[in-house]
Every structure is written in structure tokens, then in C-alpha cells.
């Protein structure tokens, strides 16, 4: 059980008093005292994110007067939408990462918001641009997750121990031979010709070329993952699902007691929080970049890690010294995405086989059980239904041909727009089921493709027909390698792409890219 499932258990729902109100049992000092004497306390929350809209219901239940500092002219934060083409699609969030006992997947069938299981077939390309056979990749990727596996294991076993410097990558490199041998027993036997050593290699090399998958999950690299703190990417036990209706409905429902009942001040931009004493009682006071300032009880800040970073000098005392180390010593994902959608998924269309090079796109089926969600996405039952709860079920798409997940293995012909030769994902949102489904290509975007994205947003922000040009050239090798392309198809033509720059986003990215002395990445 990972540690977020063990808190999960362990919290313990507010209690109620017969006449209905919330009792003041377990409150902490502040509220408890205020409450009991009559008193009113009012806390400012920083930050209407999801974090900051959650506080806000919970306060409120208990009473609480609560304003909140905004600074965008919205909600949600990193949790929102936008169009590409006609398709709403999300720019934070768009997994729920494990299905027991996980709120929010409460909230999703609460709101009707329609999720899919992507299944377990995906489809990759070599290095040279060459389709490999699925069968192959499947037990290779399915021996790189059960590596990954031990390492959280290992990591929450030994954290103590373990030194700051070893890497992800450090552990799968030192157990791939052992845990290759398990899954590939008649393989890894001796043999005179040395045709075993050299298919050993291979599936060597293809399984810690498959690790890089990691990056897309995390918004960092597997070589600057910490071992040590692995652990804290263990999510909930279940099914990773994808909210294939988007989550805003979900942040609909979240918001609306923060709208009803909270000061909600939007384009507030906080450049000074004050900790002192007013008649002798201890207060907080905030100012704004359009000169507010108000003092509280209590104040919350619910702002992203980069934001932190960015403007610790806000906080008048400085904060601690050990806040101020942990903050300076967390790594930031730098993870995007570019939704690039099409009149029409020629993807999917039905083709003849073989395809390239001998090897078709095959409708096998790898069914392993998903006993721990920070497993690959693709790790799950291929059941409709969150089992067999799921008021929503997923409905299966009949055009499907072509799998959900397809993963390029450092593109070389990709340069120089992809200098670095990293890997990249691309789901297939044509794979969604109906009505969710459009002719859309997800490109998850990590490091230095993210970089190089985020540049292009600032560079032509003000010509959307040279931004599109530029975006269109770092994917179109990619998507080039897809059945049925052929540049002077109109359907092969993108009707629209948008990309999300969070680098970019003053109330969100970091300050800098540069790894810590012990390279971490949550």
C-alpha cells in the first residue's frame, strides 16, 4: 500500500453533533478556540487552483470566513480547458492515477464525466523510424514496469539508506539483466554461437530505452529521478484512467461553495505576505499589486511549487530555514502537451498488412493486473467499467483500428528539432470512446522538447500562422510515421494545434531548469 493510500485511511471524516453542525472536536487550536469564543476567524487562502477551492469548502463548512487572492481572471489554475479545432480538451490534468478509494474519481461519477481504460496495446517506433514488432515490445515493456515496481519498493524499504545521488535510472541499469532473466528464461541461456548474448543486448538496451517513458509522467528524466525519494510518485492502488470528457465539470462542482460562500478577488497578485502582532494579537497581512492590503487570522498559500520558488521574498519574516530547503531542494516537472487535430483520424482507417517492415499492428492483448496505479497508464484490465462500478461505463469506439498509445524511441531524423534525441508519447484521442472521441493527436512533451516548445509560444506570439508552422515542424516527423500519411492528403493536413507553455506561466513555472545538488523530481 503506497503512503498516500496509507493517509488516505488514516484521515478521518469531520464529525457531525446531533443537532447537525460540525463538531469542534478535532478542529486545530485557531479555529477550535475562535469558535468556542464566539468568534469568527477570517483566512485568506492564496490561490483558487483546486487546492485553494477545496480549503475554501472545507472552512466554510466550519464556519470560517474566507477571501480569496487570485491572480489570474479565473479559476482552477493549472486545472482548465481550451479548444483546438472544435474539441475541448484539458491543459493540466488529464489521468486519474488509481481508482480505490480515490476522491476524485468520486467527483468524476458524480459529474458524469466520462473516462476511458486505454487498453494494453501501443505501438512503437525504433530509433531509425521503423515500426517493431508489438509482441516483442509488449514483454519488454511489461518487464521494465515490474522493475519499476521493485524500485518503489526498494525506495520505500530502504529511503533511509539509499543515497541522494542514485538515480531511477541507477537501479534499473543494475537489475535489468536479473529481471530480463525472469521474464525471458530460455533467452538468457548460454549458447556457443553467441546469438543468445547478442539478443540479450538488445532486449538490454530496449528495455532502458522503454524506462524513458518515465519522463511523461513526471515532467522530468529517469536519470535525474531520485531513488531515494521514490516513493512519493507511489500514487493509489487501481486502474489509471483517462478523463476522456475533461475534468470541468469536475472543477464545476469543486468551485461552487468557494463561489457561493467565499470573497473571491480575482487579478489579485500578492507581492508581500506580513506575519506581525495588532493589539497584541497575531495577524497576516497581504498587499497586492493593485494595492490592496488586508490583514487576517490565518493565511493559506495554495500556490504552485514554481510560484514559491520564484517569490520567497514576499514572506516578511523570511520563512523558515528548513521550508526554505525543502522548497529549494524539490526539482519542478517541466511536462506539456500539443494537441495537434485533423479534419478527419486517418490514423485509424483501415490498412492493408503487413505494414512496415513485415510486422502488422496485431490485436493481441496483454492482460497483467494493475496492482499498483504509478504502473505505465497502459497497465489495466481492458474492462468498460471501473470494476464494475462505474455508473459511466466507458463505451467501446467502432472505428477503432489504430491502438491509443504510440511511443517513438529518440526520432534521429527528428533533428535538429529534437537535438536532444528524446523519446515521445502520443495518444490517439480518436481512441476515446463516443461521444468523447475527435480526430486529435496528445503529444506529451518533457525537458527540453517542453523548452523548445514553450520558446516557439513566447517567439511568434503574435503570428498564430508562423507559431503553427514552427509547432507543426517539431511533430511532423512524428506524425509522418503514421499508417496512411501522405503529405498531400488534405486529411493528413492539422485543422488546428495548441500547445500549453507552462514554462511560460508566471503563476506556475519555475524559475529555473537547473537540477538540484540531489537531482529530485515529484
Known sequence: MSRMQQDLAAAQPNTKTPNGNSSTKSKPGMLRQALKSGAKPHVCIIGAGFAGLRCADILLQQGVKVTIFEARNRIGGRLCQAKVGDHLVDLGPNWIHGTENNPILDLVKETGTQTHSWGERQVTFDPEGNLMPEEDVAKVSESMWELIGKAFKHSNANSATIPASESLLDFIKEHADEQLRESFPIEYQASKDGKNEQVKMSKKELLLSLSEQWGSFVGGSVETQSLKFFWLEECLDGENLFCAGTYAKVLELVAKPALAGADVRFEHVVTKIRSEEQEGNPRVTIETANGVSESFDEVVVTTPLGWLKRNQHVFEPDL?????????????????????????????????????????????????????????????????????????????????????????????????????????????????????????????????TSTKTSTLLKTHSTSPTTLRKALLSLFNPYISLLPNYTSANPACTPVDILATGWENDEFAGPSQRSAPANPINY
Open 320 to 448: 523558515p530555514e528548513r521550508i526554505v530547503q525543502g522548497i529549494d531542494s524539490l526539482g519542478y516537472g517541466n511536462l506539456d502537451k500539443v494537441y495537434i487535430t485533423f479534419p478527419k483520424a486517418f490514423w485509424n482507417d483501415p490498412i492493408p498488412e503487413p505494414q512496415q517492415n513485415g510486422h502488422p499492428l496485431t490485436k493481441s492483448q496483454h492482460h497483467i493486473p494493475n496492482t499498483t496505479s504509478t504502473t505505465t497508464p497502459l497497465h489495466h484490465p481492458n474492462s468498460p467499467s471501473q470494476n464494475g462500478t462505474d455508473p459511466h461505463p466507458t463505451i467501446p469506439n467502432p472505428t477503432q483500428n489504430y491502438p491509443g498509445f504510440t511511443n517513438f524511441l529518440a526520432h534521429p531524423s527528428a533533428n535538429p528539432t529534437n537535438p536532444n534525441s528524446q523519446h515521445q508519447e502520443c495518444l490517439n484521442l480518436a481512441a476515446m470512446p463516443t461521444p468523447s472521441a475527435h480526430p486529435t493527436l496528445l503529444f506529451y512533451t518533457t525537458g527540453p
